[in-house]
Structures are given as C-alpha cells and as structure tokens.
C-alpha cells in the first residue's frame, strides 16, 4: 500500500507534459512561426501575382476574340451588380455607348466574352476592373483596314486621338521619364485590366460589393488613382493609370497588377490592323 503514491506520481510523469516542457513546446512553435510563417506567405503571395498575371493575359486574348467578331472593344459589365442580376457580367450599352454606370464600376464584361466569372476574378477573389477608351467601343471602332494610299496620315491621326496614357508615378507630366504610354506618340492603352491585389481596396468583389477598406496595408496614392468608383480618366492632365512595381512601404503601398495593350497591337492581334501598302 506505501507504493501505491509513488506509482501515482509515475504514471502522472509518463502520461504526460510538465507545465514547464508545454511552455517550452509553445515557445519553440512560436519561434518556427515566427521565422517562417513570413516566407510562406510571401511565396503564396508571389505565387498569387503570377496566377493574376496569367489570367489577365488570358483575359486579353480574350478581348482580342471579341473584337475580331465585332471590330470594336466591349463595354465594361457594373461590378456593383449582385449575383442574380440578368446583367451581371454584361457589358452595358445605351444608345450605342457604354452606360455611364459601367464607366464609373467598371469591371470586365466575362459573360460578354464568353469566359466564367471565375477568369474575369484575380487570385484574391476580386473582380477584375476594366477601363477602356470610350471611342474604341463605337461600331467598326477598331477597323484600321483602310486604302494603304492614305493609311499612314490616317493611322497617325486616329491612333494621336485615343488611348489613356499610363504612368508609373503621380504627378506625370508628358513626355515624363514616368510616362509609359501616350497617344502622342502612338502608343495610348486601348484599355487597361486592373487586379487590385492582396489588400483588394477598390475593386468589387464577386457578391457585388466595393472593397472600401484594404485587407491589410494601403491603400498609397498610386492606388486611389486606379481606384473603381471612379468616373473614366480621359481627360487631361488626369488621362492617365498607374503601372508600377510592387512597393510595400505603408507610406506608398502599391500591390495592384495591371495589363495595357496599344490601340495598334489590340487591332494588329484580331487582324484589323493597317494594310501594307
């Protein structure tokens, strides 16, 4: 009977941890998550920018197929339209042009291209925002098969009248070291697909609703200037959208991904470009 506590107090030990051992456990996990739990989610996070990028590049053939059937670009779909709504993911047209509604939520038209919402999403579940330059989605608007007599004036003057500039810093002054794309010289985005990244702020999600607040840091000022509920940015000196390297400063956070194609290279890829002379 006198053995019985110590046979207790035994058991006890083999049965389990001290307070002191799960401390110690806790604080070695602890210090493991510390040191690696950043890396992971800076890997899952590059591995998300390279799974947007892919999408948005498949969202631009996608946009070429179209204007290869209807020698014009689409409107953009509303973002702020919910699940349910017969126009949800449909470009929007009123007496020929875009409704002004999609110009200010634009978002890219998936059903319109005939591609699920799920391709038209980033990494990140937001839509993706779409801009384009309102003359290029009139009929025949990308038609530049004209008489090769006369095409290189012409194709000067209708490429000199359309098209954003896009710029990697604000303010950007014309001819800027920071100006990416103008319609100066040719060379203006036919339109502009926006991933608003990691921390998601100022795009739509795919209930409908505008992502206000960012999930995490930002947004800088690089990203309000391509912020969705925005009314089209065509005029100058703000005819422009931002393309600029990931920069996490919370000062100038900037995470979002963006595709610009030329006016030319849009019409060139759907075979409704200049004829050689």
């Known amino acids: ?20 051992e799960m401390a110690l456990v806790l604080l070695i996990v602890g210090l493991l998550a510390a040191v690696f739990l950043p890396a992971t989610n800076t890997l899952l996070d590059n591995n998300r920018r390279k799974e947007t990028r892919a999408k948005l590049e498949a969202l631009e053939q996608a946009m070429v197929r179209f204007v290869m059937v209807n020698r014009r670009l689409p409107c953009p779909a509303d973002g702020a339209l919910p699940p349910g709504n017969a126009n949800q993911g449909l470009e929007l047209v009123a007496a020929g042009a875009c409704s002004p509604a999609t110009q200010i939520n634009g978002v890219v038209p998936w059903r319109s291209l005939g591609v699920a ?21 009139t009929a025949d608007a990308m038609n530049m098969n004209w008489n090769p007599a006369t095409q290189n004036a012409q194709i000067q003057g209708f490429l000199q009248a359309r098209g954003f500039r896009v710029c990697s810093a604000s303010p950007c002054a014309a001819s800027a070291a920071a100006e990416l794309a103008n319609r100066t ?17 100022h795009g ?20 309000d ?26 000062a100038a956070y900037y995470d979002d991904i963006v595709l610009r194609p030329t006016v030319m290279a849009v019409a060139m890829a759907a075979g409704l470009g200049p004829r050689k002379p």
């Open 1 to 20: 009977m006198s053995d019985t506590p110590h046979l207790h107090r035994r058991a006890a030990t083999a049965g389990g941890f001290t307070l002191v």
């Open 117 to 137: 919402q799920g391709d038209a999403t980033d990494a990140w579940n937001t839509l993706v925002t779409y801009r384009v330059w309102a003359q290029l989605t």
């Open 185 to 201: 010289n040719m060379t203006g985005a036919a339109y502009v697909l926006i991933s608003h990244g990691a921390n998601r702020v």
């Open 204 to 223: 739509f999600n795919t209930d409908g609703a505008y992502v206000a607040v960012a999930n995490g840091a930002g947004p800088g000022p690089l990203e």
């Open 225 to 250: 200037i391509n912020r969705n509920q925005l009314a089209i940015r065509s005029t100058a000196p703000s005819d422009f959208y931002i393309d600029a390297e990931l920069a996490e400063n919370p």
